[in-house]
């Protein structure tokens, strides 16, 4: 049974840090590509970042550029997501999900259930 279970979320006062893991389980995720996504109450699911563990390589989504930093152990099968100077509108739910790429086209095969992380002004 595949399986992505987060942890680590909380409440936090803003320009404080928190950090998120994401424990995958019940198959080889050497070939996926790791991914953090967010959702805030009556928004759409937003992209976080993402790293490949073939190569470790990453990218983010600007809104979180230089204040995230998304890390994997690939021994333990986690993938962690370090949260910096946490902003009010970092509030969300976050989840990881496992994605492949084939051309252009991801498809996020298996998603966690989230975390919530609050951010106080």
């Known amino acids: 049974q595949v399986q992505l279970v987060e942890s680590g979320g909380g409440l936090v006062q803003a320009g404080g840090s928190l950090r998120l893991s994401c424990v995958a389980s019940?198959?080889?995720?050497?070939?996926?590509?790791m991914n953090w996504f967010r959702q805030a109450p009556g928004k759409e699911r937003e992209f976080v970042a993402r790293?490949?563990?073939?190569?470790?390589?990453?990218v983010y989504a600007n809104s979180v550029k230089g204040r995230f930093t998304i890390s994997r152990h690939s021994a333990s099968n986690t993938v962690y997501l370090q949260m910096n100077w946490l902003k009010p509108e970092d509030t969300a739910v976050y989840s990881c999900?496992?994605?492949?790429?084939?051309?252009?086209?991801?498809?996020?095969?298996?998603w966690g259930q989230g975390t919530q992380v609050t951010v106080s002004s």
């Open positions: 790293i490949w563990y073939s190569d470790g390589s990453t």
């Open positions: 019940g198959r080889d995720f050497s070939r996926y590509a």
């Open positions: 999900a496992a994605s492949t790429t084939v051309g252009v086209v991801t498809t996020f095969d298996y």
